[in-house]
């Protein structure tokens, strides 16, 4: 849980900083970059549980 607000408090700050300097957002668009993440991240664990199938 440390982790995820630490994640969380440093993504916050680089929004933050990224609109005082009137920058264009770091990330791709909200729900498009959403999508993203999540399939990067049921990827990841498809590969966890295929996986086990072929270990001994």
């Known amino acids: ?6 994640a969380t408090l440093t993504g ?4 933050l900083i990224f609109a005082l300097l009137k920058l ?3 990330a ?3 729900f498009a970059g959403i999508a ?6 049921l990827g990841f664990k498809a590969y966890e549980w295929l996986a086990g199938f072929w270990s001994l």
């Open 12 to 15: 916050f700050l680089v929004g």
């Open 24 to 26: 264009p957002i770091p």
């Open 1 to 6: 849980m440390k982790t995820v607000l630490i």
């Open 28 to 30: 791709p668009p909200a």
């Open 36 to 41: 993203g993440i999540v399939g990067i991240y």
